[in-house]
């Protein structure tokens, strides 16, 4: 079955910077697009950054764009994401996500808190 798992969230200090990573299995890994999508809470879920398979082109909400960098590694199964500059703002449940089909899985989320 399809797995994502999040891990690399914590507690930094604004202008801070952190790395996410998604270990992904139970799907081929590496042709398929994979995004990261956070949420606060009262929120809905916003899509942050994308990466495709074939060439790995990105895409980045405009609220993140210049400050975040997603980036693959097709051998690992791993999606990353590099966040810099970060800010209160920044504050969310990040989560890894895959379109197969009709269907998008999700991880479990893994918290990223920006405060001094």
């Known amino acids: 079955q399809v797995q994502l798992v999040e891990s690399g969230g914590g507690l930094v200090q604004p202008g801070g910077s952190l790395r996410l990573s998604c270990a992904a299995s139970?799907?081929?890994?590496?042709?398929?697009?994979m995004s990261w999508s956070r949420q606060t809470p009262g929120k809905e879920r916003e899509l942050v950054a994308t990466?495709?398979?074939?060439?790995?082109?990105?895409d980045y909400a405009d609220s993140v764009k210049g400050r975040f960098t997603i980036t693959r590694d097709n051998a690992k199964n791993t999606v990353y994401l590099q966040m810099n500059s970060l800010k209160p703002e920044d504050t969310a449940v990040y989560y890894c996500?895959?379109?197969?089909?009709?269907?998008?899985?999700w991880g479990q989320g893994t918290q990223v808190t920006v405060s001094s």
């Open positions: 990466i495709t398979s074939a060439y790995a082109s990105t």
């Open positions: 996500n895959v379109r197969i089909g009709i269907k998008r899985y």
């Open positions: 139970g799907f081929t890994f590496s042709i398929y697009a």
